[in-house]
């Protein structure tokens, strides 16, 4: 969806038409709601926060500036909402608790990077990106999984264009370093 | 090693890293998720001076409908008057839209084809004239197109047949039909869809 469509819808939900919003919520509930499970680790949590997420955006809408890209506006409310939940909760988030080591022990034999990335199945993943700073997994997330330009990562996170390519490319930098230090300790899985 | 030859071992890890986190499985939303947010959602309403302003801001909506046909012939006027002018054979300006364009260069290394197109969000995945070309029997497949700024989904049409996402995107998407595609955004005259 480009701008100037989310603009038209945008308008005609301001105008009064509701089942525009229903057009922005059905394109974006998937990474919103993803990114509430990677903040909270509990489904029904997601759940609740990604309707508030959506809700606190349509009270908004009149705020939203036009030369602005929609997305990342709503990521920074959902991401607020979701540091405000964990802050209330006074825990961290589930998903950062759980311990992540990535290569067990006499696998992904070598070090050439295919071979660091053998034994890095799509399992372990999640776990090393949750066990990330929160500023560099949803960095790295937004760039690469969301496609995001390096702008519009910066608009969501707050920060500058500087400052989200610096988070992106120390997320990658960290998570490689988590790989190679459980693969050099031959840590095991331990959660 | 060299420093150079690590350092490009180090950004091709980076690369293969940054993939990864591109082909990660989402997980799916509730079923209700949709409905639960606009069961509680009232429709707006704009205040009236905001209709105001927006009337104000669109002219053709306060013009009294008398007007109209004055303006369907001033703009008949001055468009007979630029087409004339344009076909006197003289210099013409770049179409307004061309402005903001990008070239995208995209590339395939796939020796066995015997052809190659591109399709996608920017050709509505019809390959015609969208076919690429190589300089030699056995070299990479190339193609030039100009975008403008956004983001576009695409992938290769071997043969008239396979579908294959671009090998060297980082971002790929699932097209909800049981194929991938590649994400290239253009941005301010440039795309960056592998940029880390």
Redesign the interface.
Known sequence: MDTTEENRLINAILDGDVQSFAVLVHRYQRPVYNMMLRMTGIPEDANDLTQEAFLKVYENLERFRPSGRFFPWLYTIGLNLARDHLRRQKSTAAAAREHHNGCVAGVGQGDGPRQLFQCLDAGRLPRLLAALPEEYREALILRFHEGLGMRDVGLALGVSTSGAKMRVQRGLQRLREMLNLNKSTGSTETD | MSKQAERS?SQ???R???????????????PG??D???G???????PWWQIWMRRIQTPWAAVPLQAVPVALAIILIVGGVAFFKGNRGGPTAPPSDHAGLAPVTLVLEWPTARKVAVIGSFNHWNPEGYQMHRDTPEGPWRLILELSQ??YAYAFLIDDHWHVPDPHS??Q?DDGFGNFNS?L?V?KGKT??N??
């Open positions: 071992r091709e890890s980076l293969l890293l940054a993939g990864q986190i591109a082909r990660l499985p989402d997980a799916q939303p509730p998720l949709v639960a947010i606009m509680r959602i009232q429709p707006k309403k704009r956004g983001r980082l971002l998407q994400a955004i941005e960056n869809a940029e880390i």
